[in-house]
Structure formats: structure tokens, C-alpha cells
């Protein structure tokens, strides 16, 4: 698919700043995908300015990445990833505290148009000179319109109509809506994107008269914004138009998410046979068969969805359900950037929370992640990142893949570590080294109750030895004064056995004289 487009962002005739942002990535890139970004930030002119920008720029980055190879799910993971980069930019900056923004994402991948939105910013599309919403509101006039409390023309002089139901930055978890089904565009039809500066002030008519005219797409983005300034420019105005130039579909498939009230996209003709063409019994024959054929063909959708075997719903997320012959792999990516401020400790334990909630605490495994420099397209094993990287930069971050609700590890971090050889989830480990450290301290308790029982009985014997020695108890001898009176003792011995050698000596001298 061939693609021409032209996107224009301005501040409006009342508004001080542009809270508005647009970004694109377009071909040739490594993916091969075309991304179309626009957002309306709220929360005053700094906050709401920061929050669409961090919007357009984390999604960005999402796709020029490592997306999700589902276009859905990668739509639905890069809004989801820039909620959290605007929530967290709130909480760590209390002046942005509030901030949000709207955000419809068109991309485009091997000929086929997927899109997602969050807010009150729309997507159109226009066909053989019609024009068709392909987004439908979050907000609470929208909410009106379907409960059938006021029409589509009301809803844009509500006095409430600038009230959403869903928005990023407002909370750290977001409903993002994904078209489930790719929609197929032929040569000559044209993409919208725009924010309600432009669509508030005029209506689907007045912008499908642009559309129409036979200028190039700079002229009819111009026009449409001069023609919102001429209806007041109150607000900042944002039109981002996409021109299909070349595509091998020859027909238009999509789904109408125009309210049921709103004849803004009917064509002259049909209003003129409505009201003044007299019918003829042809007419009334055709419409007969006509209608036949949809129930007919409402009759077999019905059977083929209450037939277990004629085919297989695979659910890919809360949002988004693809109709497959058989099951595919789910497969999913999740990220964490570092921001100012965040250590690596920080980002281990971000990285952990957000896996946690998708796949469970006992199944996180803390050899799968990879890291990767800002702006580097070269993975650094998870190895190297704990040995070797000391300190984050701004836009460094931890990514993992999940395929069927398991962590896949790379082929890069399963060569050995001198440190850390083992793959092992994050959990058994800490249990394990828990339990070493329990171990550890009772056995460091033990010894230490065992020398407190030798000090105590140390002390219980001197103080007994004292207090005999101060009521007269002899107190025992030391080991010197015992070998002295040992060796006392042998002196007085051998001198006594002299003396009695002597005076036997004696006697015997005295006997052989008396002989």
C-alpha cells in the first residue's frame, strides 16, 4: 500500500498554548509499518502540552522498538505504555499532577489499516465521496446519544460535551478500545485523524465538502482549519489526513461507528429519493430481495457462530477478539522505561510489579529480561546489565516477552555467568536464600545463647569464690603455689631420708665397735 499524507497542528484564535500533539512514523523503516499519532493533552497549558507530547513520543518509541507482532495487541501495549509514562511523569512532578490527553493511533502493515483510541478524539474515513466515523466518543454526551437521551446534533452544544469517560494519564491503568478487525482501504480513499478542535466546531458535512474537492491533501487540511477558525477557533485545532494512493483492495471494509441519527455521510441523491422520487413496484421488488439476502446471510452467521467446529474465537485481550481457524500463539511484550531519577533497583522492581500482575509472582522469571540503551537497537543480556551497568540513563529500559502467559528467555541470557548461572524464577529463589538466611540466624542465635550461659556461669563461679574467700573459705591454691609446695615438700623428703641414711650409718659404726 502506497500512502500519501499531511498533518498540520495549530494553537487556535483563543487558546494562550497548543495542548495538542501530532507524530508519525513512516516508511522505509525496519518494520515496514506506517504509525499515525494524534492527541489532545488536558490539565492547563504547561500539563496538558507535557502529557500529549509524552503520548506521541512513548508510542513512537513503542514501535520503533520491539512491538508485539499482533497489530492489536501492539496498539493496545503502546497506548498502555504511554498511560504509563504520563501517570508516572504526574506523580514524580506534583505541577502535572492531572495531566492527561486523548489519543487515536492509525498504523499500517502490509496493506491493511488497524486503529485505537482513547478519548474523545476521532478517526474517519471517506469513501466513494462519503464520509464515516470509525471511532465512536469516550465521553459522557456520547453516552447520551446511545441511550437515545439527545441526537448527534445536540451533543455537540452540550454544555457537558467536553466531559470524558477515559483518558491517559488519569490513572495507572487505562481501557484502551482497538478495532478488532483490520479494515481493508482501497485506492482514492482517505484516513482522518483529529482532535475535537477541529470536529467540535464543524460538522461531518462541512468536512466531507472538503473531502471531496479535488486539491491536494495540503489544500483540504488547510481549508478544514481555516474553516474552524471561521467558526470561532476556540480551541487548538489538529488534522492529520492520509491519502491511500495505491492498494490492491477494490473494495472498503470497514466498521460505521456514526451515531444512528447522523445523516451528514448519506449522498444528495438518496435524501432527493427519499423525499421527492415517486417509487416504482420495481423498487419495492428489489428491496424485498434485498432484504431476504441479509437475513439469509444473518441466518448462516448465526449458525456458524452457535457451531462449536465451524470456528475458533481466540481471545487476545479484554479489548480485542480475532476470528482465527485455529488457535495462534498469544504473545506479548512488556516494557519499562527508566525516568530522571530511577536507579536500577527501581527498575527491577517496576519491571517485576507490571509482570507480576500479567503472569503471576511465582511465574516471574528474573533471568528473562533484557535491557537495552536509549535509542540503542542492541540488546544487553540481563547478565551483563547486573554486572556491568552502574547507573540509567533517561529512556533506558527492561523488556520481556510472554508467550501463552510464560516469560520466553532469550537466547542471550542463557549462556552461563560466572555469577549467576542458573535460570531459575525470581520467587524460588528468594524462598531459598530466605530460608539460608533463617537457617543462618537461628544457628548465629544458638551460639550466641551459648556464650551468654558460659559468660553467666563464669561469672556465677567467680562471684562464689569471692564471697568464700570473705567468709574464711580457703580459697583453692593456684598452680604456681601448688608445684612450689610440691617441690617444698620433695626438699624436706630427701633431706629427711639423708638424716635417716645418716643415723643408720651411725648405728651400724656403732655395732661393729661393740663386736
Known amino acids: ?28 523503516n525496519k518494520l515496514n509499518i506506517n504509525v499515525r499519532i494524534v492527541c489532545d493533552g488536558m490539565g492547563g497549558h504547561i500539563g496538558g502540552a507535557k502529557a500529549s ?46 495531566m492527561g490527553t486523548t489519543c487515536t493511533v492509525l498504523l499500517e502493515i502490509e496493506g491493511l489499516i488497524y486503529i485505537a483510541h482513547v478519548g474523545d478524539s476521532r478517526i474517519y474515513i471517506h469513501t466513494d465521496k462519503k464520509l464515516y466515523r ?13 441511550k437515545g437521551e439527545i441526537t448527534d446534533q445536540q451533543m455537540e452544544t452540550h454544555p457537558k460535551k467536553n466531559q470524558l469517560t477515559r483518558a491517559l494519564g488519569i490513572s495507572d491503568e487505562v481501557e484502551v478500545e482497538v478495532v478488532s478487525k483490520p479494515i481493508l482501504a482501497k485506492t482514492g480513499d482517505y484516513f482522518m485523524l483529529c482532535s475535537d478542535g477541529l470536529n467540535g466546531l464543524i460538522n461531518d458535512r462541512m468536512i466531507n465538502s472538503v473531502l471531496k474537492t479535488n486539491v491536494s491533501i495540503e489544500t483540504m487540511v488547510n481549508n478544514l482549519i481555516t474553516m474552524a477558525e471561521a467558526a470561532g477557533g476556540h480551541d487548538n485545532i489538529s488534522v492529520d489526513l492520509i491519502q491511500v494512493l495505491e492498494s490492491e483492495h477494490i473494495r472498503t471494509q470497514f466498521v460505521n461507528k456514526n451515531n444512528e441519527d ?26 424485498k430481495i434485498v432484504l431476504s439476502s441479509i437475513l439469509l446471510g444473518l441466518f448462516f452467521v448465526g449458525y456458524l457462530l452457535l457451531n462449536d ?67 540503542k537497537d542492541k540488546p544487553i543480556s540481563i547478565h551483563k546489565y547486573r554486572k556491568e551497568i552502574k547507573e540509567l540513563g533517561v529512556g533506558d ?21 560466572e555469577d549467576n548461572t542458573e535460570n531459575m524464577f ?17 544457628q548465629a542465635e544458638k551460639k550466641r545463647k551459648e556464650r551468654e550461659k558460659d559468660s553467666l556461669d563464669k561469672q556465677k563461679k567467680d562471684n562464689t569464690m569471692k564471697i568464700g574467700f570473705e567468709v574464711g573459705i580457703k580459697k583453692p591454691d593456684s ?19 639423708s638424716k635417716s641414711n645418716l643415723e643408720q650409718k651411725e648405728n651400724d659404726t656403732i655395732s661393729s665397735k661393740k663386736e
Open 262 to 287: 447522523l445523516v451528514d455521510t448519506r449522498t444528495q441523491q438518496i435524501v432527493i429519493e427519499k423525499q421527492f422520487k415517486k417509487r416504482k413496484p420495481l423498487y419495492y421488488i428489489k428491496n
Open 426 to 442: 525470581s520467587t524460588e529463589i528468594v524462598r531459598q536464600e530466605k530460608e539460608k538466611r533463617e537457617a543462618l540466624k537461628k
Open 53 to 98: 507530547k509524552i503520548a506521541v513520543e512513548s508510542i513512537q518509541e513503542y514501535f520503533t522498538n520491539n512491538p508485539n507482532p499482533v497489530p492489536q495487541l501492539a496498539l493496545k501495549e503502546a497506548i498502555t505504555f504511554a498511560n504509563i509514562q504520563i501517570y508516572g511523569s504526574a506523580q514524580a512532578e506534583p505541577e502535572f499532577k492531572g
Open 309 to 375: 467446529n465451524a470456528l475458533h474465537v481466540e481471545e487476545l485481550s479484554e479489548d480485542v477478539k480475532v476470528i482465527e481457524k485455529k488457535p495462534v500463539n498469544r504473545k506479548d511484550t512488556i516494557k519499562v522505561i527508566a525516568i530522571e531519577g530511577w536507579g536500577k533497583d527501581k527498575l527491577n522492581n517496576e519491571l517485576f510489579n507490571k509482570v507480576s500482575k500479567q503472569v503471576g509472582k511465582e511465574n516471574y522469571c528474573k533471568d528473562c529480561p533484557l535491557f537495552f540503551r536509549e535509542g
Open 1 to 28: 500500500m502506497k500512502l500519501n499524507y499531511f498533518s498540520k497542528t495549530v494553537v487556535g484564535l483563543v487558546r494562550k498554548a497548543n495542548e495538542d500533539s501530532i507524530g508519525s512514523i513512516t516508511k522505509p
Open 134 to 146: 470509525i471511532t465512536k466518543d469516550h465521553s459522557y454526551v456520547q453516552e447520551l446519544v446511545d
Open 479 to 497: 598452680i604456681k603455689s601448688v608445684k612450689k609446695k610440691k617441690k617444698t615438700e620433695k626438699k624436706k623428703k630427701k633431706k629427711n631420708s
Open 397 to 417: 529500559y527492561l523488556i520481556v516477552s510472554v508467550t501463552n502467559g510464560k516469560i520466553d528467555i532469550p537466547e542471550i541470557n542463557k549462556a552461563k555467568n
